[in-house]
């Protein structure tokens, strides 16, 4: 896919992750939908050359599977924490929203 629409790729995954917050972190939905959408927000410049270079061959997979990934530790979930959402599911949520992210990617790549 040498050509596409950025744009329509950031819909897509802001979709997932809000389908996502939505269906796991249901008792604190809203936050979490807040928080992924503000991870992806945040990370759009790095999503949109990782993506390009997916999609001209200069990454493989595996190498932006690793740098999605690697946004973990940068990832700031500020409005679960404020409702008392522990360490623990706020580090799975996290995992949870980059593994998202990288299947949105791949199936449009």
Do not use: C, H, P, R
Request: charged residues 20%; aromatic residues 8%; glycine residues 2%.
């Amino acid at each position: 896919m040498a050509d596409f629409d950025f744009q329509s790729i950031l819909s897509d995954i802001k979709n997932s992750v809000t389908a996502l917050a939505l269906s796991t972190v249901k008792e604190y939905a809203n936050e979490a939908k807040a928080d992924a959408l503000q991870f992806v927000e945040n990370s759009k410049a790095n999503l949109q050359t990782w993506i390009v270079e997916l999609s001209q061959g200069q990454l493989t997979q595996a190498d932006f599977e690793d740098l999605v990934m690697g946004l973990k530790d940068l990832m700031q979930m500020n409005a679960l924490q404020q409702v008392g959402f522990s360490l623990i599911e706020a580090d799975q949520f996290k995992i949870s929203l980059l593994n998202t992210v990288i299947k949105t990617v791949v199936s449009l790549i």
